[in-house]
């Protein structure tokens, strides 16, 4: 894992709601507007956080056609343990080293 995949996973993970989400899918897989009924939240502002998590690799969505031909968008967690040592940090640096120059931006405060 290098820094910034390492940064994308504590990023995902840095807010209520994405937490709210993973909590949701931990018992299984959901429908796109049935988590949004279940979490009180509009399908937009559903979809920006479930980008976050998808790119981090938190969950996974697939496409599914239900019986009458419409396409339904399912997610479902991806197996994931996430430690955060000074070990971790340091494994994530190194592989910046071994992949070349990083590309990861301070952000200002």
């Known amino acids: 894992m290098t820094s910034e995949e390492l940064l994308n996973v504590l990023a995902a993970v840095g807010h209520p709601l994405r937490l709210r989400i993973i909590a949701e899918l931990a018992e299984g897989r959901v429908h796109v507007s049935e988590l949004a009924r279940r979490l009180g939240v509009s399908r937009p502002l559903l979809y920006m956080h479930l980008e976050r998590l998808e790119k981090a690799r938190l969950v996974a969505g697939r496409l599914e056609l239900s019986s009458?031909?419409?396409?339904?968008?399912?997610?479902?967690?991806?197996?994931?343990?996430?430690?955060?040592?000074?070990?971790?940090?340091?494994?994530?640096?190194?592989?910046?080293?071994?992949?070349?120059?990083?590309?990861?931006?301070?952000?200002?405060?």
């Open 68 to 109: 009458d031909g419409k396409a339904m968008k399912y997610i479902e967690l991806s197996p994931f343990e996430l430690t955060l040592t000074v070990d971790t940090v340091l494994a994530a640096l190194r592989a910046d080293n071994e992949e070349g120059p990083s590309h990861v931006q301070e952000t200002p405060q």
